[in-house]
């Protein structure tokens, strides 16, 4: 079966994305397998539900940290934050 939620970006025209048909025994298509954006949106899925709902406007923030979080999920977050704090300082307005 086909996750509903990955035929927009198909249907959007993405084309580094399509429909793989679990129903017909695929589960990749060339060098493209979705283990990898199953595992980002269980990753996802475990830490947003912690909220138990939040501000739509909200999301997309929440969404980019998990992107960022799950990308370097074998690193020291605190080491590369400080890292990015010392290279960019923060700027108050």
């Not at 996750?3 to 990749?28: I, P, Q, T």
């Not at 912690?50 to 739509?56: D, H, L, Q």
Request: aromatic residues 14%; hydrophobic residues 35%.
């Amino acid at each position: 079966m086909v996750g509903e939620g990955y035929n927009g970006l198909v249907d959007f025209g993405h084309k580094k994305h399509f429909r793989v048909h679990h129903s017909k025994n695929e589960f990749a298509r060339g060098n493209a397998p979705i283990n990898g954006i199953e595992s980002f949106w269980g990753y996802t899925k475990t830490r947003l539900v912690k909220f138990k709902g939040m501000n739509k406007n909200m999301f997309n923030l929440h969404l980019k940290e998990c992107e960022f979080r799950f990308n370097n999920r074998k690193q020291n977050l605190y080491k590369i934050l400080l890292e990015m704090f010392r290279k960019e300082s923060l700027k108050l307005s």
